[in-house]
C-alpha cells in the first residue's frame, strides 16, 4: 500500500533551485508561475517525507503480522509481532525529526496528480478484493499473498511518477518479485502458511527499506 491521504495543494510552479531549502514543483503543462519560496518547498518535502514514511510503515506492519501468521514457532511469530511496531516508530520518528534535512532534488509532480494518485490507489483496492474473492471461490486461497503483493507492487510503478519519488521503482520490482516467488513457492508444493510467512515477510522488509528511505533520503 501507499500513501492515500490526499497531500498538500498542487502548486503549479517551475522549476528552480533553492539552495538547501528543498524542491520545487513544475507543472506538466499550461503557462509559468513563480516559483514556490523556500518555506514552501520545504514545507512540501516535509509532508511527502512523513505521509509516506507513515503509510509504508503502517503497511510493513500490517504485512510482518500477515507473515507472522503464517510461522509454525508461536515464540518466532511473537517476536516478529514485537519487533514490527518498534521498527516503524523508529522510520517515522527519522521522518518526522525536526533536524531532518529537506530532499536536495527537485520535485516535479504533474498536474492533477492527487486525483491520478486517488485512481491508482482505488484501482488497487478493487484489484485486491478482486484477488481475494477470486482464490477463495477457486479454492485456492494459498494465492492471495503472492497476489496482494504483486497487485501492491504493480501499483508503485504509476505512484514513482505521480509521487516523483524514484525510490518507488525499487519498491514496485522487489514487491513484484516477492509475489512472483510466492506463486513459484506454491507450486513447488510449500505449505499455504509457509507462503504466506515468506510473502508477508519479505513484503515487509521491502516497505520497511522504502519507509527508511524515505524517511531519511526525502
Known sequence: MTPSTPLPPEPAATPGTSGASGPHISSASGPPAPAATDAECFALTRSLRRRGTLVLSVFAVVWAFAGASGIASSGAALAVEIAAVPLAAVAVFLACRKGAAPSPRLVSLPRNWARAVGIVNGVEVVAIFAVIAASNASGHPGFIPGAIALVVG?????????????????????????????????????????VRAVVGLASAVVLWASAYHVAVKG
Open 154 to 194: 504493480l501499483h508503485f510503478f504509476p505512484l514513482a511518477r505521480f509521487y516523483d519519488q524514484w525510490q518507488y521503482k525499487g519498491t514496485a520490482v522487489l514487491l513484484s518479485v516477492v509475489g512472483i516467488v510466492g506463486f513459484v513457492l506454491l507450486a513447488t508444493g510449500l505449505s499455504d502458511e509457509s
